[in-house]
């Protein structure tokens, strides 16, 4: 899947935003494999239970920030700025996909996220 605008998203009636209570149990205490949906790369991705969004990048790599979910997103800091990614639950023939659009990606939905 290539990456989509989120507008084309929500028209298709195949994906729905997700809640925060939803968002919680898909990240909350658990590890995800981001997809970037322009590359094909991955990353594996935890979300702790006190805050903390860590980022494992190849060759051992870490990064960590500070995350918060709330207002049907999860936000990370970056230095003094906030960013917001939704979370959009697309049916799929073998039952459904998890992607999400981050607020720096201009409309677009870069990242697809595989739970383990």
Known sequence: MPP???????AS???????????EGLLKGKTVTYKN??????????FSDDGK???????????STPYEIRDNQFYER?????????IYRMRVESGFRYI??????NGYCNWEIIRP
Do not use: N, W
């Not at 860590?54 to 990064?63: D, F, L």
């Not at 999400?100 to 990606?105: E, F, G, L, W």
């Open 4 to 10: 989509t605008l989120i507008e084309q998203l929500v």
């Open 13 to 23: 009636y195949v994906a729905k935003k997700l809640p925060t209570s939803i968002i």
């Open 37 to 46: 949906l322009r590359d094909g790369s991955r990353q594996d991705v935890f």
């Open 53 to 63: 969004r860590i980022v494992h990048h190849s060759h051992g790599y870490m990064v």
């Open 78 to 86: 970056s230095g003094d700025k906030e960013y917001g990614t939704s």
């Open 100 to 105: 999400a659009c981050d607020s720096r990606d």
